[in-house]
């Protein structure tokens, strides 16, 4: 037997945006813990907005386990959180709630700025640093930094440890600005590793004396690009059979419910989505061929292949839930009859 380190996560009440939360509790396994041998917990939700001071337990039941690298015997579970009769889903579990489909497949594409003394890693105590351009993919010190690669490889390698489908990381459009690609199949699944990975992220970022600023447009109305999440996804049948004339209904349900979509793209969107670095307006819906100004952009190959593959949504920010997100395009997606 061995003492595992059980770090227990899960999302709090805070709206808008819901905080990641964790704490550690000891427990004896014979080897590296099930998900269903892990114990349902409990917290303090009157500290954390998600119930009163004089009824305050909530309760944590695991649903995806993570090998944690960074401790010795040290695992990640990530939970659902509950009333306290164990059966009915807290108000804030969106989880509990969403549209799944293991024939979907997600690829998320996180952005996000480092931040140090209020402002993007790498700015000068006043004033901006040289105009975007060289940080997109870019190398050098003058371009990314010092600490940055370092923060983005430990973090690919933790993720990569704890089974995350890390699938990449880039320098993005404004200094400091990096991104990481998470990909899932099932909306569960897919938004389970994109929070993980956020967590591991932050956890990570504490020793550099850095944070990370998830939000939308930290930098106002500026010349400086705002965070995204673009959302690739794909369905068994788009893969498999697609065709034109599946995928113009399809865009036609986007188009019809875009308001439903923004709703839980994330917050603050509108300061994101101008119609200027690489966005379409907020209340515009349209699709294109490798297009980065529209709403959707088609892959390059998607018409050559039949108008089969996947599509990416490029209107979900970097602040949005994983889960409402992929449960939004599966409930859009399921009102077009594939025939
Ligand atoms: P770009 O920056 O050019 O928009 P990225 O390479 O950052 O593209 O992201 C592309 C994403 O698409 C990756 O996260 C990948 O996992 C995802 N993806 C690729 N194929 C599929 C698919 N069939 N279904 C869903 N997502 C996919
Ligand atoms: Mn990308
Ligand atoms: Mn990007
Ligand atoms: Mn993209």
Redesign the pocket.
């Known amino acids: 037997m061995a003492k595992y380190k059980l770090e227990y996560l899960w999302l709090d009440g805070y709206t808008p945006v819901a905080n990641l939360r964790s704490k550690t509790q000891i427990k004896e396994f014979a080897s590296f813990p099930k998900l269903e041998e892990l114990p349902v917990w409990g917290f303090d939700g009157s500290s954390t907005q998600q119930a009163e001071g004089k009824s305050s337990d909530c309760k944590l039941h695991p649903v995806a386990v993570y090998p944690d690298t960074t401790r010795k015997n040290g695992v990640l579970v990530m939970c659902e959180v509950y009333m306290p009769d164990d059966k009915t889903p807290h108000p804030s579990n969106t989880r509990a709630t969403i549209a799944d489909d293991p024939g979907a ?5 996180q952005e996000y700025f480092f931040y140090q003394d209020g402002r993007p890693l790498g700015f000068p105590e006043s004033g901006y640093p040289a105009p975007q351009g060289p940080y997109y993919t870019g190398v050098g010190y003058s371009n990314v930094g010092d600490i940055a690669r370092q923060i983005v490889e430990e973090h690919l390698d933790l993720c990569l440890d704890a089974g995350i489908n890390h ?2 990381i880039n320098a993005e459009v404004a200094k400091g600005q990096w ?1 990481f ?1 998470i ?1 899932g199949k099932g909306s569960k699944k897919a938004a389970d590793d994109v929070w993980v990975a956020r967590y591991i992220m932050m956890r990570l970022c504490e020793k550099y004396g850095v944070d990370i600023n998830w939000h939308c447009k930290p930098l106002g109305a500026t010349d400086w690009n705002g965070s995204g999440m ?1 959302t ?3 369905t068994e049948y788009l ?1 498999t059979t697609g065709g034109e004339t599946y995928f113009k209904a399809l865009m036609a349900a986007f188009d019809k419910y875009k308001n439903e979509h923004i709703a839980v793209y994330g917050p603050d969107n509108h300061m994101r989505l101008t119609g200027l670095h690489e966005t379409q307006s907020i209340d515009k819906f349209n699709y294109g061929l490798s297009d980065r100004g529209a709403s959707v952009r088609l892959p390059v190959n998607f018409i050559k292949d039949g108008y089969k ?2 599509l ?1 949504d490029r209107r979900p920010n970097s602040q949005g839930d994983p889960y409402a997100i992929a449960s939004r395009i599966l409930k859009t997606i399921a009102t077009v009859p594939t025939s």
Request: hydrophobic content about 30%.
């Open positions: 497949w997600f690829g998320f594409e699938e990449g991104e690609q990909f673009h690739n996804f794909s893969r593959g996947y990416e």
